[in-house]
């Protein structure tokens, strides 16, 4: 049994005089605003084995389908290296190649836009179930491919698929958790997506493309089962004016404690009758046609979605998914004839599961930007110490194999560490309940563009600086990773998604810059 503290939702939810009706255990604080650094206020309550239970169950439905996610991403990294053999059915020069490793990304953020208004339209568990059919039908059109244009047809396919399923997982984990367990239930989904990938590496390593293909299959079906055992989330059964199931789901959340079910359900329909205020404004003055362009631009959005779009292109120019994509041929460029290239991508996906599962488990004790930090500066020395040991190497010997490999292993370990486990949190955690679905798709849309932009122009930038000069990209993108964390990226741990939403109401956008007002109203009451 786990005892926590959880914060009053009462007392930290003010939406103008719309939340009234709900009793307020405790005095706010005079400016009116509570912060992130606060701990005051605090309501004690025990969330029992069946709550924590319950919580598990609906992870588990998530990580299966998590996992079959991952898959697809890995595929073109076993693909693309038997389709060169001189004996393969189909064959493709490198710039087909380039192709057909990068179209899944291009699909992705056509899935992640669709997934905007499934996500409110037919709710988070009913999104996933749906992404779960096209990942199927796109194993089956690449297991049964002739011919190029089949491969490209399935990698569309599941690329859409990995798209609407996005969004829709990490909200659901998101909504549904404790905020003490929303960070390891949350990267657990990026443990899970690592496996998948691990899983695509394994079975390539032993079977041809074809029949990994069909073994593709298995993950969805199972996830598709699982999903109709849980309910849907509480969150978006309030938002249709479905209580009763909305707390009915709840009691099953967390273990029947009827007291914070009955909270819960306040603050959840406080929050609905104040966004509907603020959609009734605004609609005045906004067109209906750019009604999802004004939500967007509303800066207590905006905010967090530039946070977490520039997270995330300085992390995709940090290599953490060229080394996905393209892991057999990259670890051919590197270390040549003196390593088996297919056993060594397996290594690296087997040290990207172990680290995402170490960074998720860390998410308990450390916080986000702590994580990151650590993550991202670590990537940069790692790339850079690369990048410097081939460039100044002289002559190949057998060093190289242990030197070069060891350089690997330690960039995807720190990569994964933290940067690869975030993106999915910040999405979950950072945006506000009445934008999840339309900023949830808009961030991954941004994300899954430059994903494609980034795969496709791999070989050729690699050809033309070479493999010492995609490092220096590398570990220099990382290094401004550090710097933006460090600068930009509110810490969320142990925080409920209604403080972390009151935190972006605020007028600051960096959090070096709220730390520093902080300390001068601190000088303030000192003097």
Not at 49 to 71: E, Y
Not at 229 to 251: D, G, T, Y
Not at 434 to 461: C, D, E, L
Request: hydrophobic share 50%; aromatic share 8%; with cysteine.
């Amino acid at each position: 049994m786990l005892n926590y503290q959880n914060v009053n939702y009462a007392e930290i939810t003010q939406v103008e005089n719309i939340c009234d009706d709900i009793e307020n255990n405790n005095a706010h604080k005079k400016d009116g605003c509570n912060t992130l650094d606060d701990s005051s206020g605090l309501a004690t309550y025990t969330s029992n084995s069946k709550g924590i239970l319950a919580q598990c169950l609906v992870s588990g439905a998530v990580l299966l389908l998590a996992a079959g996610g991952g898959m697809p991403i890995g595929y073109s990294a076993i693909l693309l290296p038997q389709l060169g053999e001189e004996n393969s059915t189909i064959r493709v020069d490198r710039e087909l190649g380039s192709w057909i490793a990068s179209v899944h990304s291009l699909a992705t953020p056509v899935g992640s836009l669709l997934s905007g208004p499934l996500l409110d339209g037919i709710g988070r568990r009913g999104s996933l179930q749906l992404s779960a059919i096209p990942l199927c039908t796109g194993w089956i059109i690449m297991g049964v491919s002739t011919n190029v244009p089949y491969l490209l047809t399935g990698r569309i396919v599941s690329g859409l698929a990995v798209g609407l399923m996005s969004v829709p997982a990490q909200v659901l984990l998101a909504e549904m958790s404790d905020p003490r367990l929303r960070g390891i239930l949350t990267g657990l989904s990026l443990v899970f997506y690592c496996f998948g990938i691990l899983l695509v590496y394994a079975l390539g390593a032993s079977f041809t493309w074809d029949v990994v293909a069909f073994c593709g299959i298995i993950l969805p079906l199972m996830a598709l089962i699982a999903f109709t055992l849980i309910p849907e989330s509480p969150v978006w059964l309030v938002r249709q004016a479905k209580l009763k199931k909305a707390r009915k789901a709840l009691l099953w959340l967390r273990g029947g404690n009827t007291d914070q079910v009955n909270t819960e359900i306040a603050i959840l329909e406080a929050r609905v009758k104040a966004d509907l205020a603020r959609k009734i404004i605004s609609t005045s003055y906004t067109d209906q046609m750019f009604s999802a362009i004004s939500t967007i631009l509303d800066p207590t959005i905006l905010k967090p979605l530039i946070i977490i779009n520039v997270f995330n292109i300085l992390l995709l120019s940090s290599g953490t998914y060229i080394i996905v994509f393209y892991a057999v041929e990259l670890i051919s460029n590197i270390g040549g004839e003196n390593i088996n290239n297919y056993f060594a991508a397996v290594i690296t996906a087997v040290i990207r599961l172990l680290f995402t599962l170490i960074g998720s488990t860390l998410l308990l004790f450390l916080g986000r930007r702590s994580l990151g930090i650590l993550s991202a500066f670590g990537s940069g020395v790692a790339s850079l110490f690369l990048a410097g040991y081939i460039l100044t190497r002289k002559e190949s010997s057998s060093i190289d194999v242990y030197v070069v490999g060891v350089c690997l292993l330690m960039y995807v370990a720190a990569n994964s560490l933290g940067l690869m486990v975030l993106p999915g949190i910040m999405g979950g955690e950072l945006l506000p309940q009445r934008a999840r679905g339309i900023g949830g798709a808009f961030s991954f849309f941004v994300f899954n563009m430059f994903t494609f932009a980034v795969t496709k122009i791999f070989p050729m930038i690699s050809e033309a600086v070479g493999i010492p000069g995609i490092f220096i990209i590398f570990g220099s993108s990382a290094l401004l990773e550090t710097a933006f964390i460090y600068v930009a990226l509110p810490e969320t741990k142990n925080r409920t998604l209604q403080e972390i939403e009151d935190y972006f109401q605020q007028k600051n956008l960096l959090w070096v810059t709220r730390l520093r007002e902080k300390r001068k109203h601190k000088s303030k009451d000192y003097k």
